[in-house]
């Protein structure tokens, strides 16, 4: 049974950091696509980062690049979301997600991804 658990969230000031984890299990972490979105409430899930099997190569949200930074550790099948200068907008549930499609640039629809975590919520006071 595939696994995928957020951890990190939490409340924070505007222009703080966090970092998100999320933790995957039941599944060969090192072959997927890895990606987050995030959901505030009333509004659509939305892209942040999405990071290829190897690392290789990463994707922002334009609204996040330059703040946000998408990491995974395959050998402890973990991915990661550095945020700093957090600001209010960026408060949402955040979700990963796993995707079993490989390609040059990882997928930022959420419709490609075949797994999802609970989510983690991130609330940011200006």
């Known amino acids: 049974q595939v696994q995928l658990v957020e951890s990190g969230g939490g409340l924070v000031q505007a222009g703080d950091s966090l970092r998100l984890s999320c933790a995957a299990s039941?599944?060969?972490?090192?072959?997927?696509?890895m990606g987050w979105f995030r959901q505030a409430p009333g509004q659509e899930r939305e892209f942040v980062a999405a990071?290829?099997?190897?690392?290789?190569?990463?994707g922002y949200a334009i609204s996040v690049k330059g703040r946000f930074t998408i990491s995974r550790d395959n050998a402890k099948d973990t991915m990661y979301l550095q945020m700093n200068m957090l600001k209010p907008e960026d408060t949402a549930a955040y979700y990963c997600?796993?995707?079993?499609?490989?390609?040059?640039?990882?997928?930022?629809?959420?419709?490609?991804?075949?797994?999802w975590g609970q989510g983690t919520q991130v609330t940011v006071s200006s």
């Open positions: 039941g599944l060969t972490f090192s072959v997927y696509t």
């Open positions: 997600a796993a995707d079993w499609e490989t390609s040059i640039s990882p997928s930022r629809r959420a419709a490609n991804y075949n797994y």
């Open positions: 990071i290829t099997p190897s690392g290789s190569t990463t």
